[in-house]
């Protein structure tokens, strides 16, 4: 009787031994051809579809970069001259309805895809354009800047996670620095425009603004021939488009490869949700500042995020022709095209260094980088003579000093983009899987809540401060001289 109990355990556990056998052959074969789909070619296709996309990204750019020149050349076009306090706020009213308008994309883009976001910051553009254009009155100009904010916070949330999923593995970091690109090449061709129309007399800064009205016309047209990403068909159980889009984006690939590419969809989508699936968005926020390791790795991705915008770099892209007007330069909003041409050609340097030298190496010495700019900036500010109360000059000669500003904020833009500006939006890639949706979110509160700060405050502060201690650097307020007549 023991005889045969023992054959037939021993038959047992054959066939366990064999069905683990196989299962591990099963995976190590998927794993194959899932590593094969991976290192196949980009096909037009997808890198189609990375530069529709990147439209958003270049939108971003456009939207935030135009205001620049239309600060000083709207004039009285709107019934009187712009006050301190409203230029910032109509500056400002754009990163509130980012703030509003990437949250709002973060939330709905799981449930219906992520064309639908795109598609409503497509309308948004052309509204808040149109409210711009066609203004009068301050509170008409101030409610179009907040509705265009909604499709910035929108585009530049949706359009790089949009990429990054229809992106081969290979190509990935290519063509989502291609939408980064386009954000500064979008701020490089507004800051082109504006410079263009400030020699027309009257309305030349409506044109300015209603041209940023076409790209969203354009990014909605070809949008419709965009295919879903593949993460969110297979999230919603549509298996067959999913495998017609993979075949898209990676036309020499087989079934059984394309099979493989979906089962790890699948996996991915049940690793990131499983462990969150009853749990409310409360407690996954509050296991965020439970766990010491959780919270270290959000608040280094936030710090990193708010380092970025409290630096100052976007009050250059918001009030450059305006200070390049305060140190002297008589034609600003060309000077103003320098910072942004320098912002797109570091752009492309960052996208070849950061994977050579890693985040932390560059991440160390461009923002030693920025500070020694600005320490610069700041000591030539002190010998520029500037009215504190009016930020006038108080005589027309300013020679050098205005030279080494203009300079310092050169080389202040190429360390920052080249290193933290790209770094700040990678910096989700440190939050653990099971909160990464809570903790981009976080940071991306972070961005747009830190931008309001320094974009509604930045003029307050160079006359509070004066233009040194806007640098950061603590001085004494210049003498209350009266401002030279021209």
Known sequence: MSTVNNKEFKDVKDDVFIDKLEKVDTFSDEQAELDNIETTAASKAAWLIAMTVSIGGFLFGYDTGYISSVLVTIGTSLGHEFSTSEQELVTSLTSGGALVGAVFAGLVADKYGRKMP???????????????????????????RFVVGLGVGSAACICPLFIAEISPMRYRGRMV?????????????????????????????????????????????????????????????????????????????????????????????????????????????????????????????????????????????????????????????????????????????????????????????????????????????????????????????????????LICIICYVAFFSSGVATIAWIGTELIPTEVRAVGTMLNTVTCWSTNI??????????????????????????KKTTPVVR
């Open 118 to 144: 795109i598609y409503a910051a497509c309308v948004v553009f052309v509204i808040g354009t149109l409210l711009q254009a066609a203004a009068f009155h301050l509170p008409q100009f101030a409610i179009g």
């Open 177 to 405: 620095a291609f939408n980064n690109m386009s954000v500064t090449l979008g701020q490089l061709i507004a800051s082109g425009i504006g410079a263009g129309f400030a020699h027309v007399k009257g309305d030349g800064w409506r044109a300015t603004v209603a041209i940023g009205g076409a790209p969203p016309i354009i990014l909605a047209g070809l949008l419709y021939f965009c295919p879903e990403s593949p993460r969110q068909l297979v999230a919603h159980g549509r298996m067959e488009l999913a495998e017609a889009c993979l075949l898209k984006i990676y036309p020499t690939s087989t079934t059984q490869m394309r099979q493989a590419k979906i089962r790890s969809i699948e996996a991915s989508i049940h690793e990131q949700t499983g462990s969150m699936a009853d749990e409310s968005l409360w407690k996954t926020t509050k296991r965020i500042f439970t766990t010491p390791a959780t919270a270290r790795a959000v608040f280094t991705a936030c710090a990193i995020m708010a380092i970025s915008q409290l630096g100052g770099f976007n009050t250059l892209m918001y009030y450059s022709a305006t200070l390049f007007g305060l140190v002297g330069f008589s034609n600003a909003t060309a000077v103003a095209i320098v910072v942004s041409g320098t912002n797109f050609l570091f752009s492309i340097v960052n996208l070849v260094l950061v994977d050579r030298f890693g985040r932390r190496a560059i991440l160390k010495v461009t923002v030693l980088g920025m500070a020694i700019c600005m320490l610069i900036a700041a000591v030539s500010f002190h010998y520029i003579p500037i009215n504190a109360k009016t930020l006038e000059l108080t005589r027309d000669v300013t020679g050098w000093p205005a030279i080494m500003v």
């Open 453 to 478: 700060i320094i974009s509604s405050t930045f003029l307050s502060m160079m006359k509070g401060l004066t233009p040194v201690g806007a640098c950061g650097v603590p001085s004494r307020r210049y």
